[in-house]
């Protein structure tokens, strides 16, 4: 075990500090340095935040709820799997945020028009194959359809 700790603290980019010099991270079991704590404690939040964003993107994917038009179906999800993703604009996992009441409206709407910016730029270069430029301008209308 100790030699799976040297190698661990020992690997390029890990930064860790075990001299004696080092801060205390833990004391009785308890975090004791107040920047881990404090980060563990946002981390926290930001799951519960992210779980009832995804469990509201999960109930818009039923059949007759208001974004379910442009989620892909449980059978599409299963059906592309393996082979490929299936893409769907951020906006409308933003806008299902807004139902949920996890953004704000004045933020989907910022988000949307750097997005927008965004794939812009992207066309305007010559590097996309004629696929990535359709998928690229089919993103421009589902945003801009949001924007609207």
């Not at 807004?98 to 409206?105: R, S, Y």
């Given at each position: 075990m100790v030699a799976r700790f040297d190698a661990f603290v020992a690997t390029p980019g890990f930064a860790c500090d075990t001299s004696a010099n080092a801060p205390l991270l833990i004391s009785n079991g308890t975090i004791a340095d107040r920047g881990v704590s404090s980060a563990r404690r946002e981390a926290v939040q930001l799951t519960a935040l992210e779980t009832r964003w995804k469990q509201a993107i999960l109930a818009q994917m039923r059949p007759g709820q208001s974004y379910s038009a442009?989620?892909?179906t449980r059978e599409q999800i299963d059906q592309h799997a393996a082979a490929h993703a299936l893409t769907v604009p951020m906006s409308v996992a933003w806008l299902i945020a807004?139902?949920?009441?996890?953004?704000?409206?004045e933020v989907v709407a910022n988000l949307i028009g750097r997005q927008l910016r965004c794939i812009d730029r992207e066309l305007a270069t010559p590097r996309w194959n004629s696929v990535g430029r359709e998928t690229l301008i089919e993103?421009?209308?589902d945003?801009?359809?949001q924007s609207a």
């Open positions: 442009s989620l892909p807004v139902g949920a009441n996890l953004l704000e409206e993103m421009r209308a945003y801009s359809a």
